[in-house]
């Protein structure tokens, strides 16, 4: 009775429901931030990165990074300010990513296509390795790791801006106690 009158019951942090995730089952759940925060120990070469890319890229990226089944990787730097539709911009690491450490978690998340997330840090970084340097935005004899690829500077980085209007977006009801309206179900 003194619980309920004091309104103790209702002010528990926990619900009870669900479980804490056991130690390491989150390790797969990482953010690799543009300053190089986030990225993991380990290291890789560009040669080791050509024989990793021979084995599981060159099948869609094609043999020179030119692309075949997927994207090219390389080439196109200063076609994103081209206006004329005759000569359209390439998209390409190499052309558009701002930031080297962008290419390590988009490779270490979803690539290879075919079994995403099944490349060792070490592999990434080496095949990362093995990009910028036929992209010729690191020397041949590079080794990557965490400081060495946050210090890499790539060709766009300048070519995004912020936006100056943060003040111009709709202001965010962040209420805790503001209910959530649900829709109805459409009608039959």
Same mark, same amino acid.
């Given at each position: 009775?003194?619980?309920?009158a004091s309104g103790a019951d209702g002010q ?7 479980? &804490?995730?056991? *130690?390491?089952e989150l390790d797969h759940f990482f953010a /690799? ?7 993991? =120990? +380990? !290291? ?43 000569k359209p911009p390439m998209k390409t690491i190499? &052309?558009?990513? *701002? ?7 988009? /490779? ?7 079994? =995403? +997330? !099944? ?70």
């Amino acid at each position: 009775l003194l619980c309920t009158a004091s309104g103790a019951d209702g002010q528990r942090s926990t619900y009870g429901i669900g479980t &804490s995730p056991a *130690p390491g089952e989150l390790d797969h759940f990482f953010a /690799v931030l543009p300053d190089g925060r986030g990225l993991p =120990p +380990g !290291s890789g070469s560009v040669e080791q990165g050509k024989v990793i890319y021979q084995q599981q890229c060159v099948a869609c990226h094609g043999a020179n990074l030119q692309g075949g089944l997927a994207d090219r990787l390389i080439g196109g730097r200063g076609t994103l300010a081209n206006d004329d539709p005759a000569k359209p911009p390439m998209k390409t690491i190499e &052309s558009y990513w *701002p930031y080297a450490t962008t290419i390590f978690d988009y /490779v270490k998340r979803a690539m290879p296509l075919a079994s =995403p +997330g !099944s490349l060792s840090d070490d592999q990434v970084y080496a095949v990362t390795a093995y990009i910028l340097s036929q992209a010729k935005i690191v020397p041949a004899d590079i080794v990557l790791n965490a400081s060495t690829l946050a210090a890499v500077r790539m060709p766009n980085r300048d070519g995004f801006i912020p936006d100056p209007r943060p003040d111009k977006l709709p202001a965010i009801d962040k209420s805790p106690h503001k209910s959530l309206a649900i829709a109805p179900p459409p009608a039959k």
